[in-house]
């Protein structure tokens, strides 16, 4: 946040304008953020660990984590778990947020985005699924299709909720010009 602090204090950045994305671990950071303040506009959790107690149970590359990761099991050290979990801050979100992942994914199941999908559902913040039928965790990587479609649901999304495409502002100068 001081760094987006600092881009906002040059003039690079627009407070009113701020949206963030994520995948994977990036998801994770994403998800966190929303949790923790509102002061973007949108964002995009793609294919993050939300839950690491599932996490760790269902991934392909979870049981190799507890070793490394956590001071026990799950069912031993369950609030460790918790506290990083970003699923423990979505009663703090208001930022809406698109949900996505795709259909194979092993790495950070399916069902670690639908959860986040689902609690954010239930607490009346909008938000929208994309699951990528057949893509395992490099969404993109596989077809230029898949790719695209990515590309094109995340500026659907930040469209959506960007107040000057909203009141049919122009794009922002860039910082100099």
Do not use: C
Request: aromatic fraction near 8%; proline fraction near 7%; hydrophobic fraction near 40%.
């Amino acid at each position: 946040m001081s760094g987006i602090d600092a881009l906002i204090a040059q003039g690079i950045a627009d407070p009113d304008r701020l949206y963030l994305t994520g995948g994977s671990a990036g998801g994770i950071a994403a998800a966190y953020a929303i949790g923790l303040t509102d002061r973007f506009k949108a964002a995009v959790v793609a294919k993050p660990v939300v839950n690491w107690v599932s996490k760790v149970l269902t991934a392909d590359s979870g049981i190799g984590q507890i070793a490394n990761q956590f001071p026990g099991l799950p069912w031993e050290t369950t609030d460790d778990y918790w506290r990083r979990s970003p699923l423990s801050l979505v009663g703090n979100v208001e930022t809406p947020t698109l949900m996505m992942v795709g259909g194979a994914d092993l790495r950070t199941p399916r069902a670690e985005t639908e959860q986040y999908y689902s609690a954010l559902h239930l607490n009346g913040v909008p938000t929208r699924l994309v699951v990528i039928p057949d893509s395992y965790h490099g969404i993109s990587n596989s077809r230029p299709s898949r790719l695209l479609t990515k590309v094109a649901e995340i500026l659907r999304w930040f469209e959506e909720y960007d107040p000057a495409a909203q009141s049919g502002g122009s794009e922002p100068e860039a910082a100099g010009e």
